[in-house]
Nanobody, 122 residues
């Protein structure tokens, strides 16, 4: 069974930095797209950044401040968040397309982590 586990969230003052990590575990054959989303209560989940291995896309609201990176050897994706603002306060979720060995087959599936809270104080 494949799982994504995030870490690195917390409370930080405006202007500060945090680094989120997301580790994928299980019988993983290959990693595809990996991404970070965020969601506030009563809001839609929005894409923050996505990595395709040799390229990345960012939401306009975080461009120039956040950087997504990945370590395929460790099945890990990171989100370095600099110059944080109070409006970055949200629960951040890791999302990944993973090709894995499951109980009865090998296939691609889309997976989500449980989320990690980021709070930026003014």
């Amino acid at each position: 069974q494949v799982q994504l586990v995030e870490s690195g969230g917390g409370l930080v003052q405006a202007g500060g930095s945090l680094r989120l990590s997301c580790v994928a575990s299980g019988t993983i054959i290959s990693l595809g797209r990996m991404a970070w989303y965020r969601q506030a209560p009563d809001n839609q989940r929005e894409l923050v950044a996505e990595s395709f291995g040799d390229g990345a896309n960012y939401a306009n609201t975080v461009k120039g401040r956040f950087t997504i990176s990945r370590d395929s050897a460790k099945n890990t994706v990171y989100l370095q968040m600099n110059s944080l603002k109070p409006e970055d306060t949200d629960v951040y979720y890791c999302n990944a397309d993973i090709f894995a060995e499951l109980a009865d087959s090998y296939r691609w599936n889309d997976y989500w982590g449980q989320g990690t809270q980021v709070t930026v104080s003014s």
